[in-house]
T-cell receptor, first 111, second 114 residues
Framework: GDSVTQTEGQVALSEEDFLTIHCNYS??????LFWYVQYPGEGPQFLFR?????EKGSSRGFEATYDKGTTSFHLRKASVQESDSAVYYC??????????FGSGTRLLVSP | EAAVTQSPRNKVTVTGGNVTLSCRQT?????MYWYRQDTGHGLRLIHY???????QIGDVPDGYKATRTTQEDFFLLLELASPSQTSLYFC?????????????FGAGTRLSVL
């Protein structure tokens, strides 16, 4: 079935470091790909999405590019801040209104 | 402001107890969802609905019932709660006109089954 793999369970960085969180997916066709962010005590929030090959999604300095060849949608940010500390979820939508989430990556940014 | 509101925010029950988790959305969305969140598993879909009176089975439905009474209200029922159902539960909604299906989540209900 459809699935999303996030290889890093936790990432620890210092402010102004470059961030990469890896996301790979398995699905047929062209699923929509999403990144959600979850701050402590809150529900996940939509960050951005992409729906076709080579499309770049971005928001709040974060970005990811849909790559059908490598089935990836890696999250990147050039310079992280302490306020970016949160859990990040990659997800895919395959139509039929079902969304599948990865296991999440906890980002810890120290000042 | 449009929102997804869950109640209660915290709930403690005993094994074999009955629990009802409530969700109301004011987004005027057609679709509503119940997910559970567990460390190492991320978010897993329990049930979802595309309108009042409709129910669709998700990926981890065992031990859960759900009912959608109106477009706004979606309930998750645990009739014989077990410790394995201790988790953080999230309700979400989405707009049927959004073909990519962006989800909007509530703040969650933390359930402990002793």
């Amino acid at each position: 079935g459809d699935s999303v793999t996030q290889t890093e369970g936790q990432v620890a960085l210092s402010e102004e470091d470059f961030l990469t969180i890896h996301c790979n997916y398995s699905a047929s066709g062209y699923p929509a790909l999403f990144w959600y962010v979850q701050y402590p005590g809150e529900g996940p929030q939509f960050l951005f999405r992409a729906s076709r090959d080579k499309e770049k999604g971005s928001s709040r300095g974060f970005e990811a590019t849909y790559d059908k060849g490598t089935t990836s949608f890696h999250l990147r940010k050039a310079s992280v801040q302490e306020s970016d500390s949160a859990v990040y979820y990659c997800a895919l939508g395959t139509g039929g209104y079902k969304v599948v989430f990865g296991s999440g990556t906890r980002l810890l940014v120290s000042p | 402001e449009a929102a997804v509101t869950q109640s209660p925010r915290n709930k403690v029950t005993v094994t074999g107890g009955n629990v009802t988790l409530s969700c109301r959305q004011t987004n005027s969305h057609n679709y509503m969802y119940w997910y559970r969140q567990d460390t190492g598993h991320g978010l897993r879909l329990i049930h979802y609905s595309y309108g009042a009176g409709n129910l669709q089975i998700g990926d981890v439905p065992d031990g859960y019932k759900a009912t959608r009474t109106t477009q706004e209200d979606f309930f998750l029922l645990l009739e014989l709660a077990s410790p394995s159902q201790t988790s953080l539960y999230f309700c979400a909604s989405s707009d049927a006109r959004d073909s990519q299906n962006t989800l909007y989540f509530g703040a969650g209900t933390r359930l402990s089954v002793l």
